[in-house]
């Protein structure tokens, strides 16, 4: 038990039987020590978990954002092919500009993931449809643009792997 001259005083925290705090300080008794150290021991514990907790949060976050992408980039090829063959230039303008926007975010992406080689791809796509947009806002469609954009499968080759239960999600080299 606690030494009988600890003081009692009005600012006194009781944590346990045997560890109290005042205003002079913290009084315990040597069990008292051993029961801190196992709260020390368990406080430490907390903290790493949470830390790992986090991390994982955070992973898990940046997988969504690549998913978010890609699978606007699904839509957006699949008109901009059709406004292609048909030669509309007005829908190749819009959906070219949308692939521009998002395979600049894939490219911030893998750039922020520290993967030089997709984020090359992406940028490569990126400036690709730009071009293709660009050209079909002064009125002219250039087929071949679907080549240059349609690198789909380079990418998704290397970094893409498919899982058991049938989704997909990104492969770290
Ligand atoms: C630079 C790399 C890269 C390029 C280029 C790329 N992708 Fe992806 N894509 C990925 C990765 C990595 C994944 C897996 C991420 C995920 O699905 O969580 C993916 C996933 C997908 C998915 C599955 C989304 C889901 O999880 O349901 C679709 C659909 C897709 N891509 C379409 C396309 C199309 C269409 C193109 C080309 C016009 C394209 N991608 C170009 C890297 C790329």
Known sequence: MLPKNF????FMITISPRVKVNMRGVEMSVEGREEMRKVSVLIAICFVLALVLSLMGQSQQNQNALKNIMTQVDPAWTSLQMNLDSGNAAGVATDAAKLQRLFDAADRFFTKMNMQQPAGWAKEEAAAAGAAAKAAKAGSVDKNAKAAIGKCKQCH?????????????LKRQ
């Open 7 to 10: 003081e009692k005083s009005l």
């Open 157 to 169: 080759d290397v970094y893409r792997q498919k899982n058991q239960d049938g989704s997909f999600s």
